[in-house]
T-cell receptor
């Protein structure tokens, strides 16, 4: 079975500071990894994905994530946070050789303080 | 194409009633997924279709739940004899190609169900 852990329910960052939202995963094979963002009463918006290749993945709105196979992590980062980045962030995984559904973490509330 | 559309956006129903939700995927996407999201949790996979074939169903999809995609385009999710525990956001997503992950998943805005 595959699983995702987002250890922080909430992350608070001052505007302009770098941010990190943590994600670790567990799959039996090789993973596909994703980050999505959700605004209130909205669906999920895709930020970035790791499929293969370069471990550093760049995505939308200046976000990036680094795939670390030895630590089974895929932390989301941004060099300089904006107030508009405040939202709920979900990490998701799919086993490359497995069924097609994604397994999501519980989500992390990111709060950027002006 | 405006993305994945879901209807209705909100549904309030009395316990024991049946409800049906609709999802219209991106037109060129052959794979369609249903997820359920409860408060404070991430989305949980329910089922998915490749064209009109339902290829996988989660254990979460009890006998009261049924999903169809009759012509390989839009899909419906029906819940019979609703229970208060069915209250959740129901999300639909679609993807293209044989490997949905490599081409990405696009989510709709969801249908919020409240069972009273």
């Amino acid at each position: 079975a595959q699983s995702v852990a987002q250890p922080e329910d909430q992350v608070n960052v001052a505007e302009g500071n770098p941010l990190t939202v943590k994600c670790t995963y567990s799959v039996s094979g090789n993973p596909y990894l994703f980050w999505y963002v959700q605004y209130p009463n909205r669906g999920l918006q895709f930020l970035l994905k790791y499929i293969t290749g370069d471990n550093l993945v760049k995505g939308s709105y200046g976000f990036e994530a680094e795939f670390n196979k030895s630590q089974t992590s895929f932390h989301l980062k941004k060099p300089s946070a904006l107030v508009s980045d405040s939202a709920l962030y979900f990490c998701a995984v799919r086993d490359r050789g497995g069924a097609d559904g994604l397994t999501f973490g519980k989500g992390t509330h990111l709060i950027i303080q002006p | 194409d405006t993305g994945v559309s879901q209807d209705p956006r909100h549904k309030i129903t009395k316990r024991g009633q049946n409800v049906t939700f609709r999802c219209d995927p991106i037109s060129e996407h052959n794979r369609l997924y249903w997820y359920r999201q409860t408060l404070g949790q991430g989305p949980e996979f329910l089922t998915y279709f490749q064209n009109e074939a339902q290829l996988e169903k989660s254990r979460l999809l009890s006998d009261r739940f049924s999903a169809e995609r009759p012509k390989g385009s839009f899909s419906t999710l029906e819940i019979q004899r609703t229970e208060q525990g069915d209250s959740a956001m129901y999300l639909c997503a679609s993807s293209a190609g044989a490997q949905g992950a490599s081409s990405g998943y696009t989510f709709g805005s969801g249908t919020r169900l409240t069972v009273v």
